[in-house]
C-alpha cells in the first residue's frame, strides 16, 4: 500500500505560481509512473501531467503545457509539480497519483494510488 501526501495548495493571484508536492511511502517509489490530477467543482477529475519511472519522460494536457513542470526525486520519494502563470481555470483540487503499469497521458483509471488532493484556487 502507498501513501501520497500532498503539500504547497493554496491562494494564488492569476500569473503567479504555486509548487505542489507529493510524497510517498509504503512502497517501491521508482516503480511508479507519478502523475498529478485535478478536479474543479462540478467538473470530472482530469490528468494534469505524468512523469515516467525514472524521470526521463514527461506528458502535459494541453491546457497546461509550457506552464506547469512536473518532476521526481527517487531518492526523496517526492514528485512536484511547478505551476507558473497560473490562470483562474486552474483553480481546482489537486491530486497526486501513482500508477505501477501505465505511462503517458493517464485516464483515472489507471491509477493505482490516490493522495488526499490539496486546493489551488487562483484569483484575479
Known amino acids: 500500500q502507498v501513501l501520497l501526501v500532498e503539500t504547497g495548495g493554496g491562494l494564488m493571484q492569476a500569473g503567479g505560481s504555486l509548487r505542489l508536492s507529493c510524497a510517498a511511502s509504503g512502497g517501491t517509489f521508482s516503480v511508479y509512473t507519478m502523475a498529478w490530477f485535478r478536479q474543479a467543482p462540478a467538473k470530472e477529475r482530469e490528468f494534469v501531467a505524468a512523469?515516467?519511472?525514472?524521470?526521463?519522460?514527461?506528458w502535459y494536457a494541453d491546457s497546461v503545457k509550457g506552464r506547469f513542470t512536473i518532476s521526481r526525486n527517487n531518492i526523496e520519494n517526492t514528485s512536484y509539480l511547478q505551476m507558473d502563470s497560473l490562470k483562474i481555470e486552474d483553480t481546482a483540487v489537486y491530486y497526486c497519483?501513482?500508477?505501477?503499469?501505465?505511462?503517458?497521458?493517464?485516464?483515472?483509471?489507471?491509477?493505482?494510488?490516490w493522495g488526499q488532493g490539496t486546493q489551488v484556487t487562483v484569483s484575479s
Open positions: 497519483a501513482a500508477d505501477r503499469l501505465g505511462s503517458g497521458i493517464l485516464k483515472t483509471s489507471d491509477v493505482d494510488y
Open positions: 512523469i515516467s519511472r525514472r524521470g526521463g519522460y514527461t
